[in-house]
């Protein structure tokens, strides 16, 4: 009798162990997939923010030199590069300088024709998922704000590559990023010093690129957010100026009655 007693009390002790083992791995949360990435000062930042335009025209210097090699930008059109402060006839240069697919030619073949300022940005074949075996890169249009942690992380990221910690390796293939999910990316390192030269012969440090490209992606992802800015702007100064014309009319109205 004792034993048993004894035995169903162990039971219960080992079930009671269980549960607090078990609830104690559950208070230890999982460790994060990836570090949070450090917040940046944004020129488009806050209600008040606007796009500073030479940091946007250098960032499409470096999206045109480098990542569009693999993203494509599929509802961005050359002509929306005017809103970067390029005139149209830029924009035209621009656009006539890419060739992009036109139908079939008289020679039964695939045929390219210049691409004109209503074009959409063209997206790469392996973009396009006709690399067999490829991680396909995604459309660049929207990545500012659907890529969880925005343009903060994306800065991160693109200055987060370095040697992993000691006992780390990345699965084959996959690149080491402190920043990606799972601190693994197939992208390989896109960005290094001086790999392009800028036009306003701003220093092209790996910073500088990042910073210039990720304000490039915030830009083609909400190219109206300035003008939506000023219109937030105008109502606001419009509803503080009705307010007190409000204020000083209520008390007109109601200033003989007691
Ligand atoms: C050599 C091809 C290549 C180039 C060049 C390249 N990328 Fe990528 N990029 C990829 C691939 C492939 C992925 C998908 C990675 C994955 O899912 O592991 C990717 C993913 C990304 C992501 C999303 C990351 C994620 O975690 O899903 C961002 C942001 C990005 N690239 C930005 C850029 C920028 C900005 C440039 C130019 C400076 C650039 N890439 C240049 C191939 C490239």
Known sequence: MTALRHRSATA???VAAGILI???QNAHAEPPSHDPAPHQQWSF??????FDLASVQRGYTVYA?????????????FGDLAGTGLTAAQAQAIAASHKIPDGIGSDGKPALRA???????????????????????PDQSRLAEVYPGGPDRIYALLTGYGPPPPGVTPPPGLFYN??????????????SDDAVEYP??????????ARDVTTFLAWVAQPHLAERHRTGVRVMIYLVFLGVLLFVLK????????
């Open 12 to 14: 219960i002790a080992l």
């Open 22 to 24: 078990a609830g104690g």
């Open 45 to 50: 930042d806050g209600p008040l923010g606007n």
């Open 65 to 77: 030199e480098i990542c569009s090699t693999c993203h494509g930008m599929q509802h961005v059109h």
């Open 115 to 137: 691409a004109t300022a209503d074009d959409a940005f063209p997206t790469p074949p392996v973009a396009q998922g006709l690399i067999p075996g490829a991680v396909i890169p």
């Open 178 to 191: 402190r920043f990606a999910q799972a601190r693994a990316i197939a992208m390989p390192p896109p960005l």
């Open 200 to 209: 306003d012969g701003t220093k092209a440090t790996t910073e500088q690129e």
């Open 251 to 258: 008390r007109r109205l109601w200033s003989n009655v007691y």
